[in-house]
C-alpha cells in the first residue's frame, strides 16, 4: 500500500491494516529526497532517520513459532485496525507499507 504524507504541520495518516498481520514495515517509497518519517502508535511518538524503515512486530512466539497478529483488515462487523499514524519531517513523500502474515 502506498500513502502519500504531506508536510509534518498537517494531520498525520493513519496507517490500517489491509490483512492479517504479524510484521509491518513503513519506508519512504525514493520518489523524492527521504524526509524521515514522524510516527505516533499507542501514544508514543517516534521519529525515523531518512531512508530507514520503521518495522512493528512482536517477536514473542505463541507456542506456534509466530508472533500474535497485530492487526485486521475491515469485515462486516468492524473497522480495519490502525497500525499508527504517520507524518513526514520535513517536505510531502509518500511511503510505502508491507504487511507480513
Known sequence: MK???????????????TQP?????????????????VITRAGVTETTLPGVPFVIEDRVA?????????????????AADIYCTVASKGAATTVVVREFD
Do not use: K
Not at 500513502?3 to 491494516?17: C, D, E, F, H, Q
Not at 497485530?70 to 468492524?78: D, I, N, S
Open 3 to 17: 500513502v502519500t504524507l504531506y508536510l509534518a504541520v498537517t494531520t498525520a495518516i493513519p496507517i490500517p491494516s
Open 21 to 37: 498481520a504479524r510484521r509491518v514495515e513503513i519506508l519512504e517509497d525514493g520518489s523524492v529526497i527521504a524526509q524521515g518519517l
Open 62 to 78: 505463541t507456542g506456534a513459532g509466530m508472533g500474535r497478529i497485530l492487526g485486521h483488515p475491515t469485515q462486516v462487523y468492524r
